[in-house]
């Protein structure tokens, strides 16, 4: 999807071997930049922007890729001990805006250095030595460094069993596939939603196509680029361009539905105009209504005759 100018970003992903392509461990993202940041302090002058990555953070022997069309699609997977720093970190009050550059740019300064000098020291010596992916078990064997080099593991003043690697490094990691979407508006969903009705469609004329896990009895309109989910019921002359249609809906006749998701045991009266919508489940539209970029929520009952445009009904 195109993107706004403000979410665009320098993301600068860092590959153990000399081969982006290879098979080895997911790259580490050691720089995450809007655009929009990068080019402001230039935007009344001559000046060519410039992008500063350190040096210390470019891996020996590796490859470094900075590149403007990966997308953040705002999924993350964070270890049990970052949930405690946001608590003691008062000031972090966003994931994006706060939590991940704070994480990307203390990765190789460790975990203590990341809670900041204003923490708590009694608090972070707790969460040093109960996080499970911050104690390491076997005190006396060598430990693997991130180059794969030997060192011998640090003792621990306050356990005679476990060693506590509060000056190792952590390491955020970035995963890159061919295509994502992040939905977090009604006109992304509704696009994604398109997507997969194009590849359902695809799928339905060549078998051999990978897809959806339709189940059985799933109805495929490749030519208008609509499915129906089993247990539906349509009266007549009911037009589908560009629709997914739920379990055990019923349509009624004459009903025009156009880029239109509708969710499992909605029911929609004789008549109806719906374009851009989604429809959720259990909903009751009555008959003769037209609705434009409007949002149902799920078990809602609308009147006959109404019409709406932009509106969403809670």
Not at 18 to 45: N, W, Y
Not at 205 to 226: E, G
Request: net charge neutral.
């Amino acid at each position: 999807m195109a993107r706004d100018e403000e979410d665009i970003e320098y993301i600068a992903l860092s590959y153990g071997s000399s081969s982006p392509d290879s098979k080895s461990a997911a790259p580490r993202l050691i720089l995450k930049q809007l655009k929009f940041d990068v080019h402001e302090k230039t935007g009344m002058t001559a000046e060519t922007p410039k992008l500063s990555l350190p040096k210390p953070l470019i891996r020996v022997g590796g490859i470094t890729r900075v590149r403007t069309d990966w997308n953040d699609v705002h999924v993350y997977v964070l270890s049990p001990w970052v949930r405690r720093l946001v608590v003691e970190r008062k000031s972090l009050v966003t994931v994006q805006s706060d939590l991940i550059p704070l994480l990307v740019s203390r990765q190789f300064k460790g975990v203590v250095a990341t809670f900041g000098s204003t923490a708590d020291p009694e608090v972070v010596d707790d969460i040093l030595a109960t996080s499970p992916d911050l104690v390491k078990e076997d005190l006396a064997g060598p430990m693997l460094d991130g180059d794969n080099s030997m060192r011998q593991r640090p003792r621990s003043s306050g356990s005679s069993d476990k060693s506590v690697q509060s000056d190792q490094e952590y390491t955020v990691r970035a995963h890159v596939q061919k295509e994502a979407v992040r939905a977090s508006t009604i006109a992304s969903y509704l696009h994604a939603s398109r997507e997969v009705l194009t590849r359902a469609s695809a799928a339905s004329d060549d078998p051999k196509s990978p897809c959806l896990n339709l189940p059985p009895d799933t109805q495929v309109r490749s030519k208008f680029n609509s499915i129906l989910l089993p247990g539906f019921r349509t009266g007549e002359k009911v037009t589908l361009k560009s629709t997914s249609v739920g379990r055990n809906c019923k349509l009624g006749a004459k009903c025009r539905l156009n880029n239109v998701v509708v969710m499992d045991g909605a029911i929609i009266g004789d008549n109806v105009i719906l374009q851009n919508s989604i429809v959720g489940s259990g909903c009751r539209i009555g008959d003769n209504c037209n609705f434009n970029d409007c949002q149902f929520a799920p078990g809602k009952e609308i009147p006959s005759g109404e019409k709406a445009k932009g509106d969403a009904f809670s």
